[in-house]
């Protein structure tokens, strides 16, 4: 089954909505109706009202058009949205000429369709809208009819307020741009990294739920496997002392199966009451070992250390978690020299994981901000040499954002920290309370625990 990734999910959404522009150029073609009606039946100026009610009735009709065309749903391309707004723009300037050009004080209108694109559109879109608007300002501060204004009276504003009104639609073109782009931009990679998480939450869950499909399946085929049992045992007594060799090979072969599936069933029956989850439930130093048995091979020397005060403590199999504590541990072999050390501590208040790499450690000033998504700490040259695998994705920190979602989801707490000298690297600790880790494993919850106090160190970076 087709699964779609974040990055579509959130590509798809980007994209806007034909009737979201539609319904803003309905509101600007009441505005600008408005203002033309006003000025020149309220107000008595001398103004080309039929050449502006044509202007306006040209949005009218592009509206209209699109509207009969198009559903509402429809998302645009962004070539398509781009001429759009572009042709908003160009609407505008001709209504600005007809009336004035730029001593019209409604010519900062102009960033109305940069924004709307900075918000939806990516930045090279935004560049040539700006670009147009910015343009088509410079031909009306020199080309434009004259302001209407009242008969018998002449207002020319000097050519140094005209370029004021210039300068303030370059600046605010500029300025609004790059501010709505930045915010719309955070807004976005904040949710697609949540998708991300959404999915991977999504998986942890439908794997949690085998064990209950598996005691479900053992419970349904316990009565057919019962019946086929005895039907067996009947056919054993009728035929067994007059079976020819194959039918006795084959009896012999029906009950040998049936005794095996009962073994299983009893296996998936008992797990909980008789085993104690030994397929759930996994010792510190196991869980330890699942981690790095994958790395072995890799090349990377990994220091594995377990130990503690009284016995070793166990938790419940969580697949996030585990997809969490694998994924720092496959940035500390990525970044490694030659070494990781993976320390794991245990005593009776507490359970910490220590994942520490020979590597370079954190930039300085990426090391307050790694854990926020899309916040990479690889080299711009190793960025690019990850971005050629299959997923064209890894290196953006959008890993270590899920990860940290997904470990701190259980209780724990996650820190930060290069080594100090005369040691290098990164440092990655991870810290329960010791009844946060085990409560699953007993079987039981501790509503409390999501109010556990901070266990990082003063000189930890909490992420």
């Known amino acids: 089954m087709f699964e779609p990734s974040p990055t579509d999910l959130v590509r798809d959404a980007r994209h806007l909505r034909l009737d979201t522009l539609v319904r803003l150029r309905w509101l600007a073609v009441a505005g600008q109706g408005a203002a033309v009606a006003g000025a020149h039946l309220g107000l008595g100026l001398p103004l080309p009202f ?5 202007v306006i009735a040209a949005s009218s009709w592009l509206n209209l058009t699109l509207r009969i065309r198009y559903p509402a749903s429809y998302r645009l391309s962004d070539d398509a949205a781009v001429l759009l707004l572009a042709f908003d723009i160009i609407q505008l300037a001709a209504l600005l000429f007809l009336t004035g050009g730029l001593q019209n004080p409604f010519a900062l209108l102009f960033l109305a369709p940069v924004l709307i694109s900075a918000t939806a559109l990516p930045p090279a879109r935004t560049l040539a809208l700006g670009l147009l608007a910015v343009g088509l300002s410079t031909l009306l501060a020199l080309v434009y009819r004259p302001l209407p204004w009242f008969a018998g009276e002449k207002l020319e504003l000097p050519f140094l307020y005209v370029s004021g009104v210039w300068t303030a639609i370059l600046l605010g073109t500029a300025f609004t741009g790059v501010y709505a782009w930045r915010v719309a931009e955070e807004a976005r990679q904040l949710a697609q990294a949540l998708a991300a ?15 209950g499909l598996a005691a479900a399946a053992a419970h349904e085929l316990g009565t057919p496997l019962a019946t086929i049992t005895v039907v067996a045992k009947e056919l054993d007594r009728q035929l067994g002392p007059t079976a020819s060799p194959s039918v006795a090979e084959d009896l012999a072969l029906l009950r040998d199966q049936v005794e095996r599936c009962r073994g299983i069933l009893s296996k998936l029956t008992s797990l909980d009451a008789d085993q104690g989850g030994f ?4 010792s510190l130093s196991h869980l330890v070992e699942e981690l790095v048995a994958p790395q072995r091979a890799l090349g990377i020397v990994l220091d594995v250390t377990t130990k503690g005060e009284g016995p070793e403590p166990a938790c419940r199999r969580n697949p996030g978690v585990m997809f969490g504590l694998g994924n720092i541990v496959d940035n500390a072999v990525d970044f490694a020299e030659s070494c990781v050390a993976i320390e794991a501590r245990w005593s009776p208040d507490k359970v910490s994981l220590e994942i520490r790499d020979d590597g370079p450690g954190f930039a300085p000033d990426v090391l307050l901000r790694v854990g926020e998504p899309y916040v990479s700490t690889r080299s711009a040259a190793k960025a690019a040499s990850d971005k050629e695998g299959p997923d064209g994705g890894t290196g953006l920190g959008l890993g270590l954002f899920i990860a940290k979602t997904l470990i701190e989801r259980s209780g724990a707490q996650l820190s930060l920290a290069n080594a100090v000298d005369p040691s290098t690297g990164a440092v990655v600790r991870i810290v329960w309370p010791r009844h946060v880790f085990e409560r699953e494993a007993k079987g039981h919850r501790n509503p409390g625990t999501g109010d556990a106090a901070p266990l990082t160190q003063a000189r930890d970076v909490p992420i």
Not at 50 to 54: K, M
Not at 279 to 282: L, V
């Open 279 to 282: 397929i759930e439930t996994i």
């Open 197 to 211: 998480t959404e999915l991977v939450l999504a998986r942890e869950q439908h794997l949690s739920q085998l064990d």
């Open 50 to 54: 039929g050449w502006c009610f044509l």
